[in-house]
């Protein structure tokens, strides 16, 4: 089942902040944030394992509830290179259990579009 | 170093004709990932690779669509006798894990347009 992102789209002014859901009705084992551009390959950003784990880098950071199978991804003091469009891909914890990698299901993702 | 590039960057195909898509990954990395992207959705996952085994291709539209990885490096992702509905991009990631941590990095993607 595809994860569920949540808002489709938001529209920021240069400067502000933004949150962005993702949810799944399976056990995760992991959430991986992506930002495309339009055109171009989806660029990564973090990767959270269960445990609830909180990362974070410069402005962008990210938190994984695994008892709810949500993940949140904050960004803060937003800027015009953060436009484009953010994915989040899950792996579940029933794939992951065999070993190696596994491919991602990714939701429809989310438009942020900031204006100076 | 390099990324993961894909070749080529766009393909105009008719109806009926094959198709061979390549991805180089980036040096070392175990795993190698096909994706297919329709306008405005998500990658959707296609076929998985490691080293040479492909472990799984559950993601495979239909048995029109084969990939191989035959020296566990470069792959090919080949659709016979297109249809309008392959048209999309096809992205191929690679990925190393290392600490229980596997991270996808994403080439830049085929255009397919089939008409």
């Known amino acids: 089942q595809q994860p569920v992102q949540s808002p489709q789209a938001v529209i920021l002014r240069e400067g502000e902040d933004a949150v962005i859901n993702c949810s799944s009705s399976?056990?995760?084992?992991?959430v991986h944030w992506y930002r495309q551009k339009h055109g171009e390959a989806p660029v990564f950003l973090m990767i959270?394992?269960?445990?609830?784990e909180q990362k974070g880098h410069d402005k962008i950071s990210a938190s994984f509830n695994e008892k709810k199978q949500q993940s949140s991804l904050y960004l803060t003091a937003s800027q015009l290179s953060y436009s484009g469009t953010y994915f989040c891909?899950?792996?579940?914890?029933?794939?992951?259990?065999?070993?190696?990698?596994?491919?991602?299901?990714f939701g429809k993702g989310t438009h942020l579009i900031i204006q100076p | 170093g390099a990324g993961v590039s894909q070749s080529p960057r766009y393909k105009v195909a008719k109806r009926g004709q094959d198709v061979a898509l390549r991805c180089d990954p980036i040096?070392?990395?175990?795993?190698l990932f096909w994706y297919q992207q329709a306008l405005g959705q998500g990658p959707e996952f296609l076929t998985y690779?490691?080293?040479?085994?492909?472990?799984?291709k559950s993601g495979l539209p239909s048995d029109r669509f084969f990939a191989e990885r035959p020296e566990g490096s470069v792959s090919t992702l080949k659709i016979q006798r297109t249809q309008q509905e392959d048209s999309a991009v096809y992205l191929c990631?690679?990925?190393?894990?290392?600490?229980?941590?596997?991270?996808?990095?994403f080439g830049p993607g085929t255009r397919l347009l089939v008409l």
């Open positions: 959270l394992l269960k445990g609830g």
């Open positions: 990631a690679s990925s190393v894990l290392a600490g229980g941590r596997e991270t996808q990095y």
């Open positions: 399976k056990a995760l084992y992991s």
């Open positions: 040096s070392g990395h175990v795993s």
């Open positions: 690779f490691q080293n040479e085994a492909q472990l799984d």
């Open positions: 891909g899950t792996s579940s914890d029933l794939m992951y259990s065999g070993g190696g990698a596994d491919g991602l299901t």
